[in-house]
């Protein structure tokens, strides 16, 4: 017998009256969304979400301790020609924060599920970082959803990630320590080096900081961390099962040529070694090309989307011994 799903979707920007029903917390978060604020019940866990524009839909996932904010510069441009939705992931942003594995199995079920039951049956998929993660899983495993694939900085293409990254999966010292580098180390590094999380304006740094102290926020990126990278790096990598994709959707790769989170040359092998997927680097951008660039960047993306002429990919997959699969 399946999984029960309770739905009930909610336009927190508009149904006021409905609203009212809610606490304050919650009707605050239509002055805090990207575009038309909605909360969507999925499987008893309630996802938030924005929506802009009007046309083919185009579902854009954040990446890890993120939200669906991150998109913020770059939605209005992309809402000229697309139905832009942008939930938060479970775990992040406004969303619930459950007792979940965090999987990338499991957030790729999830974002499936949110888009059965807002009534879009498929959509052009672009995820950031960890989201890019999510929406390669969603190839494998809810393959009839996706029309055409857009990864930015893109995670589960190499092993390479960076330190911070690794050592928050440490036994003991990873989940011991998480805390307090939520609440103390994160902020300081937000103010500090704006250039590491896109150039957030100071008042999206305070609401990111203040997200990110959401009770269940540390139980979620624990998880969501280590179920992609170990001690080793990332270990979970799409490619190592390409071979049961029997129809790759077009890609295309983005990514800033100084990445320090994600290398960029994650995407230039990946180009080179596949067939109709191709690389946009932006010169001087770290992790965020959509928040340094979103001009160009939206344009990139929006050609990609809209090419007549874009075939589907074809990844050779890679190949590891049982002993090496243990750890990578």
């Known amino acids: ?60 996932l954040h990446g890890i301790q993120d939200s669906h904010r991150t998109w913020r510069r770059v939605a209005p441009l992309l809402a000229k020609n697309f139905r832009v939705l942008m939930p938060d992931l479970p775990g992040h942003g406004y969303s619930d924060r459950p007792d979940a594995p965090y999987t990338l199995a499991w957030h790729a079920m999830m974002v499936a599920s949110w888009m059965k039951e807002i009534g879009v049956p498929k959509a052009h998929i672009c995820g950031h970082s960890y989201g890019a993660g999510v929406a390669q899983w969603m190839v494998l495993e809810h393959r009839d959803v996706i029309d055409r694939l857009g990864l930015v900085s893109a995670g589960g293409l190499g092993r390479g990630v960076a330190p911070a990254m690794r050592f928050a999966t440490f036994p003991v010292l990873g989940p011991l320590l998480t805390p307090s580098v939520m609440r103390i180390a994160l902020p300081i590094a937000v103010r ?124 050779a997959p890679k190949t590891r011994s049982a002993f090496l699969s243990k750890f990578f």
């Open 192 to 315: 500090s080096v704006p250039a590491l999380f896109g150039h957030m304006e100071p008042e999206e740094q305070e609401r990111f900081i203040m997200m990110s102290r959401i009770p269940g926020s540390d139980r979620a990126f624990q998880r969501t961390v280590g179920g992609v990278i170990n001690f080793f790096g990332q270990y979970m990598q799409t490619a190592h099962r390409a071979d049961e994709i029997e129809e790759m959707p077009p890609v295309a790769l983005f990514w800033g040529a100084k990445d320090p989170i994600v290398p960029t040359r994650h995407g230039r092998t990946t180009a080179a070694r596949a067939q109709g997927v191709s690389l946009t680097e932006y010169k001087g951008c770290g992790h965020f090309p959509h928040l340094d660039m979103p001009e160009r960047f939206s344009r990139d993306l929006t050609e990609f989307f809209k090419d007549p002429n874009r075939s589907p990919a074809k990844i």
């Open 1 to 60: 017998m399946g999984v029960k799903m309770t739905v009930a979707t909610i336009d927190i920007r508009n149904d006021f009256a409905m609203a009212s029903m809610f606490s304050e917390e919650t009707r605050s978060i239509k002055r805090e969304m990207v575009g038309a604020a909605h909360q969507t019940s999925v499987r008893d866990i309630m996802m938030t979400w924005g929506e802009m524009g009007e046309g083919e839909p185009l579902v854009l």
